[in-house]
């Protein structure tokens, strides 16, 4: 089968370098998304492991259409009661890049006519639709005159991990924060350190990296569950096996903020994954925290807010430097955010800078090696 596996702009190259590690495939990379061939294995392995993937598509039929009887003709022919029966519900999505077709739910429409009416003249009667919690979801995809029908065997976003029943206003992607931890190349070893932890996704994307927890293994369900040649036999056989695989790594992993509710969320969050684990999670203002264990990685994704006066956010942003400057040298600080004025209030100088977004937001991570005194006395 033709695999198509999303994620964020940015990801592409160490989502491919992670399907190697879970499947030994390698992947074609493409844009927001990596391309490979795999088989049901495949697809349950990679909706289990991958931490960098928003979900996992499976093309179904491909063909070409630069006109609407062409694009309805072509998912006529396809033969949907092989996908799903009459009793399941379904959903269609569309994304389109194509001249000849300018409107995405117009597509959407189309191909969901030629789907029902498929249904309708062999058996007499169509399957319904569900736009919030459908049994299937498809996607169609136009790039010029060529069309996709790809099906979602992920179902729900692979963000949604399962192990998040408290969060805050503004919570960060799951999937985002695990692509920020690959690209700081944390060694699984160091001390790690939230500052402003909120709810504790990056402490939670941090210790099931570091016990080797599959992301996705508290989740119930997935849309491949409901396909006519689910194996659940394979299913339960894999959750066995990456049950075997988890370790007893136990690095220093801890988180601080300033409001009860995010360290009451942050707590609640972490042990719904580990029970029994060694994080510590304390109420403090990084303004008054002290740096707790020596050359700690620090990962900090700054509170912003656009109704709050830029002035204010670019003084936040330089007392968040002056902090780190002062206080924490001999660290390595990994900050993202999505103000990236302010960010340029930080006061001092990132040597990586890493272009990323979270949703439609612009985001800068950026990685400042926090030196005692000045760079120059490093290398002195």
Not at 22 to 46: D, H, M, Q
Not at 275 to 290: S, V
């Amino acid at each position: 089968m033709k695999i198509i596996v999303r994620t964020f702009a940015g990801f592409e190259e160490i989502l491919a370098e992670e399907i190697f590690q879970i499947t030994k495939l390698k992947a074609e990379i493409g844009k927001r998304a990596v391309y490979l061939e795999g088989n049901l294995e495949t697809i349950y392995s990679l909706n289990l492991w991958c931490r960098l993937a928003l979900d996992v598509l499976v093309e179904l039929h491909h063909y070409k259409a630069s006109k609407e009887d062409e694009l309805y003709n072509g998912a006529y022919e396809f033969v949907w009661d092989n996908e799903f029966s009459i009793h399941e519900t379904f959903s269609i999505s569309s994304v389109v890049n194509s001249p000849f077709f300018n409107h995405s739910k117009y597509v959407s429409l189309k191909i969901k006519d030629a789907i029902v009416d498929q249904f309708n003249k062999k058996i007499g009667k169509r399957p319904s639709v569900d736009r919030e919690n459908p049994d299937h979801k498809f996607l169609v995809r136009i790039s010029h005159d060529q069309v996709n029908l790809l099906w979602n065997t992920s179902g729900d976003s692979l963000f949604k991990r399962g192990y998040r029943t408290m969060t805050g206003v503004a919570p960060l992607n799951e999937v985002l924060a695990a692509g920020i931890l690959n690209f700081s190349g944390w060694d699984l070893k160091r001390p790690l350190i939230d500052p402003m932890c909120g709810s504790g996704t990056f402490l939670c994307e941090a210790i099931m990296l570091a016990r080797n927890i599959p992301p996705t293994i508290k989740r119930k369900s997935f849309g491949f569950m409901n396909h006519k040649d689910y194996d659940h036999n394979l299913w339960e056989k894999l959750k066995a096996k990456s049950l075997e695989e988890i370790n007893d790594n136990q690095p220093t992993i801890m988180g601080f903020d300033n409001f009860n509710e995010m360290i009451i969320a942050s707590r609640s969050n972490i042990n719904n994954i580990l029970p029994k684990n060694n994080c510590k999670i304390t109420f403090k203002d990084f303004f008054d925290l002290e740096p707790p264990v020596e050359n700690p990685m620090i990962i900090l994704n700054p509170p912003y807010n656009v109704r709050i006066a830029q002035e204010k956010n670019h003084l936040f942003y330089e007392e968040i430097g002056s902090r780190l400057k002062h206080t924490w040298s001999g660290s390595d600080a990994w900050i993202l955010s999505g103000d990236l004025e302010s960010l340029k209030h930080i006061g001092l100088r990132p040597i990586r800078r890493i272009k990323l977004f979270n949703g439609p937001i612009e985001t800068k991570l950026v990685h400042i090696p926090l030196y005692k005194g000045s760079k120059k006395d490093k290398y002195r």
